[in-house]
T-cell receptor, first 112, second 114 residues
């Protein structure tokens, strides 16, 4: 039972490079989320997708784009990476009935 | 909007000590309340939850009671172990616009020393 799978686990980028973080869930959840976690800042919502075909900005969307490819997959793209985007990124999906979030293991991104 | 307030920590306790991590919330409607735990190098995982007032969530010796009158959901454990060292997040979730809108506290780092 995989749950939420996100890749890659680690990535080092140079300023200005682009990359995409991939996320997939196998729990048939409608809602999916991307968070970033920084020391002393807790979890901050970047984008979310309430259902297949919809995406919306969260608290800190600048510098990111997302795609809800289908019900299973929700990707996060950094078009031109900046050092301020050095962080740990978590993908999550939510059970509609209980509100429980299921998280991936995280992707640690360093932008030099 | 909704908000969750919890002590930032870090909290350092000796093994077998009593743990309380306070959590208060503001929300419209009737949210569900959660505690998530994050062990070093891992993602968050659900520790316990409560879906309505006066419900008590419990798991692995941890407990929290949904108190609507004080808008609180404090996490307690009678005797902590070194293996409980982690970051604990209080959160609420409510159905908003047809999806679960989740609000997290800032997280409290717990360190248990032998």
């Amino acid at each position: 039972n995989a749950g939420v799978t996100q890749t890659p686990k680690f990535q080092v980028l140079k300023t200005g490079q682009s990359m995409t973080l991939q996320c997939a869930q196998d729990m048939n959840h409608n809602s999916m989320y991307w968070y970033r976690q920084d020391p002393g800042m807790g979890l901050r919502l970047i984008y979310y997708s309430a259902s297949e075909g919809t995406t919306d900005k969260g608290e800190v969307p600048n510098g990111y784009n997302v795609s809800r490819l289908n019900k299973r997959e929700f990707s996060l793209r950094l078009e031109s990476a900046a050092p301020s985007q050095t962080s740990v990124y978590f993908c999550a999906s939510a059970s509609f009935s209980t509100g429980e979030l299921f998280f991936g293991e995280g992707s640690r991104l360093t932008v030099l | 909007g909704n908000s969750v307030t919890q002590m930032e920590g870090p909290v350092t306790l000796s093994e077998e000590a009593f743990l309380t991590i306070n959590c208060t919330y503001t929300a419209t409607g009737y949210p569900s309340l959660f505690w998530y735990v994050q062990y070093p190098g891992e993602g968050l995982q659900l520790l316990l939850k409560a879906t309505k007032a006066d419900d008590k969530g419990s798991n692995k010796g941890f407990e929290a009671t949904y108190r609507k009158e004080t808008t609180s959901f404090h996490l307690e454990k009678g005797s902590v172990q070194v293996s409980d060292s982690a970051v604990y997040f209080c959160a609420l979730s409510d159905l908003s616009g047809g999806y679960q809108k989740v609000t997290f506290g800032i997280g409290t780092k717990l360190q248990v020393i032998p």
